[in-house]
């Protein structure tokens, strides 16, 4: 058995397809099947169960598998090292970002990593997708409460909602005291479904819901800030969207007993558990980890000419 036969049966199992493995391996899908028929007969045991849409591994093929998935990533991480003794850190780095938390605050990071290592292509993508990790992601942030089983996480933190409002909206309006009175004021926030937005509310383990109508709704959080700042509604967002305003005192903070829960709890780094990391993204995941403060940042391995 040959590293070629079991980079073709990770393909297959990676991609549950023969057409999409032959696709990515440049091959026909005849050609593919051949060769995986060829290392069944050789091991005398089927490891793909074949339908016409699907290509299902056997049990004896998982375990061969992940076998060969390890040595690949050993031999990629091994021709990676090779090439790379005494040359600036090279590579692609494709991350999946939050539209606010990207824009807002990963933007200065993205752009201080890119300035340490100019050498690493760095391809970020501003969205919020519920697929987190695609062929052209390496790393994805999320702002959700529990990360999926499929994916390592790293928790970048909590994510703390606030509800705040201009100087002159307060003027003019007042800022609620209680929960229930937010259904009196015009409501500024982001990826409602439908019409009503689900606001829950905790004080210790006490549980408080309450259902509202936004006046204000998009995805774009600096055009969420200029609304608040504009004085059109009392914002329901992350406190990293209105925080130097808040510190200037150009945008006052209401029900902050309250520990308000919208769209997700928790800010989280992920990463496919079975695909090789280069040394470039390796190196984005620690630095990203260290902004967020996890530790300190990582020294670039050569300093930029």
């Known amino acids: 058995m040959d590293t070629n036969a079991l980079s073709l049966l990770v393909e297959i199992v990676d991609t549950g397809n023969l057409s999409q493995a032959a696709r990515k391996l440049k091959m026909t899908r005849a050609n593919v099947s051949y060769h995986l028929t060829q290392l069944e007969k050789s091991l005398g045991v089927q490891l793909i169960k074949r339908t016409t849409r699907r290509a299902e591994p056997t049990e004896v093929g998982l375990r061969l598998y992940e076998h060969g998935r390890n040595i690949r990533n050993e031999l990629a991480a091994a021709r990676e090292t090779i090439t790379s003794l005494g040359q600036e850190l090279l590579g692609r780095v494709g991350i999946s970002v939050p539209s606010g938390y990207g824009q807002i ?66 003027q003019q309006h007042g800022l609620p005291a209680t929960l229930y009175e ?56 992350p406190d990293y969207v209105v925080q130097p305003e808040v510190a200037r005192g150009e945008v006052l903070l209401a029900l902050q007993e309250y520990r308000l829960s919208i769209f997700g709890s928790h800010m989280y780094l992920m990463y ?25 940042a990582p020294v670039p391995e050569e300093a930029p000419q």
């Open 105 to 170: 605050v990963m933007s200065d990071w993205l752009i201080e990593f890119k300035r340490l290592y100019p050498g690493i292509v760095l391809d970020v993508l501003f969205e919020n997708r519920t697929d987190h990790l695609r062929d052209e992601v390496d790393i994805a942030i999320r702002v959700i409460s529990e990360p999926p089983l499929s994916v390592i996480a790293r928790s970048l933190g909590p994510v703390h909602y606030v509800a705040c409002a201009s100087r002159a909206y307060v």
């Open 182 to 237: 937010l259904r009196n004021s015009a409501i500024i926030t982001s990826g409602v479904q439908g019409r009503q937005l689900r606001l829950a509310a905790y004080q210790g383990e006490e549980r408080q819901e309450v259902m509202l109508e936004p006046t204000l709704i998009s995805d774009h959080f600096p055009f969420l800030r200029q609304g608040i700042l504009a004085g059109l509604g009392l914002g329901l967002v």
């Open 272 to 296: 496919l558990p079975g695909r090789h990391q280069t040394r470039a993204v390796r190196t984005c995941i620690d630095f990203l980890l260290a902004k967020a403060g996890h530790g300190m």
